[in-house]
């Protein structure tokens, strides 16, 4: 690779480190070519990426920044997964490491701190961005729901004590 493709490549890792929701760090050891494809593909169905790097030029896309020590994961053969959905990458990642043991996470990066493995699988076991916004509304909603049947339930049982007062008037 000639000068100017590695610049091009630093400036690309740059951007995705700056850019994006998530980073998970992952060592591919032993993954065969079919294996890698099929965790591309399980990302790009939740809209993430997967990217083998080249450790130096992370190193150097990352020096001076805030997520400098990450660096440090950056040793033998090395990929990232990334997306802007901060659980999407760490769950497809994370369900995948448990299928092939030979995809190690090692670490991770969420808007700009620095995850550990654990810190990545407790990620990837939060619900998806869609799905926390939707218990958001189901918990918006289910207040609105409680108060109409506290205020129609006085009215209803108001009407039950004036037909069992009628009854009993009948009745005597």
Same mark, same amino acid.
Request: no cysteine; aromatic share 4%.
């Given at each position: 690779m000639d000068r100017a493709g590695k610049e091009e490549l630093v400036t690309q890792y740059n951007g995705i480190f700056s850019d994006a929701g998530v980073v998970v760090v992952t060592h591919y050891s032993g993954l065969s070519v079919p294996q890698l494809d099929e965790l591309r593909n399980q990302m790009a169905e939740v809209g993430?990426?997967?990217k083998v790097t080249k450790n130096r030029l992370v190193k150097l896309a990352l020096a001076g920044t805030d997520n $400098?020590?990450?660096s440090e994961f950056f040793t033998g053969p090395t990929a990232i997964a990334?997306?802007?959905d901060p659980v999407a990458a760490p769950k497809v990642? &994370? $369900?995948f490491a448990k299928a092939?043991?030979?995809l190690v996470i090692v670490g991770g990066i969420l808007d700009g701190n620095v995850l550990d493995a654990a810190g990545v699988k407790t990620l990837a076991s939060l619900p998806s961005l869609?799905?926390?916004r939707s218990i958001l509304v189901g918990l918006i909603q289910a207040p609105a729901t409680k108060v109409a049947g506290v205020v129609q339930a006085p009215?209803?049982?108001l009407a039950r004590i004036m037909g069992?007062? &009628?009854a009993q008037g009948e009745a005597a």
């Open positions: 993430g990426t997967v $400098e020590t990450v990334y997306s802007d990642a &994370a $369900e092939n043991d030979n869609d799905g926390m009215a209803s049982q069992a007062k &009628a």
